[in-house]
């Protein structure tokens, strides 16, 4: 059974920090895109960045750019995402995903998410 379990979410002051994991369970992901969504409260779900598995580039949306850096661990089939400098607007729930293809077309695998909530 594939899953992907994200944990480290919680309350945090604006400015401050917190980083999040994914364990990924089931399968080999080395030919997956591993990527980070987040969804506030009656907003979308938006991308918040990507890293490529075996070669390990990353993206980022402008949102995040500067402040969250994703960074994986292939030994234990983890990715990061660091967050700094957090500001209310970044709370959500954090989602993890996996995808051979390209994301708006389609996710093969998704975590349950974890709650991130920045207090001003």
């Known amino acids: 059974q594939v899953q992907l379990v994200e944990s480290g979410g919680g309350l945090v002051q604006a400015g401050g920090s917190l980083r999040l994991s994914c364990a990924a369970s089931?399968?080999?992901?080395?030919?997956?895109?591993m990527g980070w969504f987040r969804q506030a409260p009656g907003k979308e779900r938006e991308f918040v960045g990507d890293?490529?598995?075996?070669?390990?580039?990353?993206h980022y949306s402008d949102s995040v750019k500067g402040r969250f850096t994703i960074s994986r661990d292939n030994a234990k089939n983890t990715v990061y995402l660091q967050m700094n400098s957090l500001k209310p607007d970044d709370t959500a729930v954090y989602h993890c995903?996996?995808?051979?293809?390209?994301?708006?077309?389609?996710?093969?695998?998704w975590g349950q998410g974890t709650q991130v909530t920045v207090s001003s």
């Open positions: 995903a996996a995808t051979r293809r390209r994301w708006d077309t389609g996710v093969d695998y």
């Open positions: 890293i490529g598995w075996s070669v390990g580039s990353t």
């Open positions: 089931g399968r080999t992901f080395s030919n997956y895109a």
